[in-house]
């Protein structure tokens, strides 16, 4: 089994800032990929921003230029920093990573999510 943690949600101002982060535990071979997702009530869950093992990254765009995702590969931990938060960002974040339990087999996993509240 493969757990994925989630911290550093909160509530922030707008204009404010953000670090999540996720770490990975469990017996596997490797991570793939890694990524972000928000779900707001009533809306579906979205894309932020992923990760490849290859440095690739990939953003939505409504949070290019203002979010980074980045790996700490010795630690099996994403980072996600938000910058210049909006109302909009508020949501419940999930980390998700795409791991290989071993060489040939890659399966889903996500975390329990952190909340991002953006408000005055």
């Known amino acids: 089994q493969v757990q994925l943690v989630e911290s550093g949600g909160g509530l922030v101002r707008p204009g404010g800032s953000l670090r999540l ?6 017996t596997f071979f490797s991570i793939s990929r890694m990524g972000w ?19 690739s990254t990939n953003y ?3 949070v290019k230029g203002r979010f980074t995702i980045s790996t700490e590969d010795a630690k099996n931990t994403v980072y996600l920093q938000m910058n210049s938060l909006k109302p909009e960002d508020t949501a419940l974040y999930y980390c998700n990573a795409n791991v290989h339990t071993i060489v040939l087999v890659s ?14």
Do not use: F, H, M
């Open 60 to 62: 939505a765009d409504s």
């Open 37 to 55: 997702y928000r779900q707001a009530p009533g809306k579906q869950r979205e894309l932020v921003a992923a990760i490849t093992n290859d440095g």
């Open 107 to 120: 399966r889903n996993y996500w975390g329990q999510g952190t909340p991002v509240t953006v408000s005055s």
């Open 21 to 26: 982060s996720c770490a990975a535990s469990g």
